[in-house]
């Protein structure tokens, strides 16, 4: 089974778009199908919301800069479509399962890291690891389309 051309298309332009907000009216103007079409076709598909998707995915972007960039989490949030350090916060905690300065400090090697957070952390990398590695497979079982040059002015 061929994965879902609109739902591919709507993964690229999440991706492209990742930084901005984005919504489902202007998703549904820009592929012209009712938005809660969209929505269903979406979750089925992916399995998550499209927010939830949204969410995850930049939370997962942000992850590295949290890891080797001492910039201020509100500026990781804000440069990653969070609109404040408190939604940052709380979707990174949502996702994460710890805050974002726990998690910088797990990724410094800091022995201030409590071992039950050590392994929420754990848990919840392998989590978005697996959730992005199968949006991945699911991209790539797009149905190729054969392009064929059948031009008789060679």
Do not use: W
């Amino acid at each position: 089974m061929f994965s879902n051309d609109l739902i591919c298309d709507i993964l690229d332009f999440i991706d492209d778009n990742i930084n901005r907000k984005i919504t489902m009216d202007e998703l549904s103007g820009h592929f012209y199908f009712h938005k809660d079409y969209i929505m269903r076709l979406f979750k089925k598909e992916i399995h998550s919301t499209i927010s939830d998707y949204i969410n995850k995915k930049r939370i997962f972007q942000s992850l590295k800069d949290l890891q080797l960039s001492n910039d201020s989490i509100l500026y990781i949030g804000l440069k990653h479509g969070f609109s404040s350090l408190e939604y940052y916060s709380e979707v990174f905690h949502k996702v994460m399962g710890v805050s974002p300065v726990i998690y910088r400090k797990f990724s410094a090697r800091s022995i201030e890291v409590e071992d039950e957070d050590m392994k929420t952390i754990q848990k919840n990398l392998a989590n978005i690891s697996g959730f992005f590695e199968n949006v991945t497979r699911y991209r790539n079982n797009r149905k190729k389309t054969l392009s064929m040059n059948l031009s008789i002015f060679k």
